[in-house]
């Protein structure tokens, strides 16, 4: 949901709100973030560590960054995100603040209130930004929708009880209902 717009918000207002308020800077729009329930805290604690290992046990240099995490998406400090799951595999782009520049992968986990924002907002921009891979993880339906942005674009809609192969990393597939 878009917060009360007075004027263009910039990076400095993002990162001056006060102590404890959450949101998002998309087009100028400051877009407040309601907390997250369990269900969601427990997907992208589940996620983040399936995800985590797998990069360990293949000794890969990708890192992953659950949410608050702050992501420059096109590092232009106009746009200014914090998906739920953000896995970096370019260092260059890790910064004291966050990320500069687009994930490879992003995970959003829906809530009521973030529906509209993940399945059209978001989509949009991460496509354009240049984000490799992108999953919208519904708890609410059981469903997972990915995205896979090279070469040919691919989506794909999985259920919580399907191995969804992830894009970006061979050998990895990820069984939702295996992590609740």
Known sequence: MA???KQVYTSEDYWNLPEGQRAELIDGKLYAMAPPNRIHQELVMGLSAAVRQHIKDRRGDCK????????????NDKVWVEPDISVICDK???SDRGC????DWIIEIVSPSS???????????????????YWIVNPM???VQTYVFEDEEDSNLFSFDDKIPVYI???LT????DLL
Do not use: C, H, W
């Open 100 to 103: 500069e520049g687009a994930p």
């Open 115 to 133: 529906t509209r924002m993940d399945y059209f907002v978001k989509l949009f921009k991460y496509r354009t930004a240049g984000v490799r891979e």
């Open 64 to 75: 992953v960054y659950p949410s608050p995490f702050a992501v420059n998406l096109t590092a």
């Open 141 to 143: 339906k059981k469903a």
């Open 174 to 177: 990820i069984k939702i209902s």
């Open 169 to 171: 990393f061979d050998g």
């Open 3 to 5: 917060l009360p717009q």
């Open 92 to 94: 260059d782009k890790l």
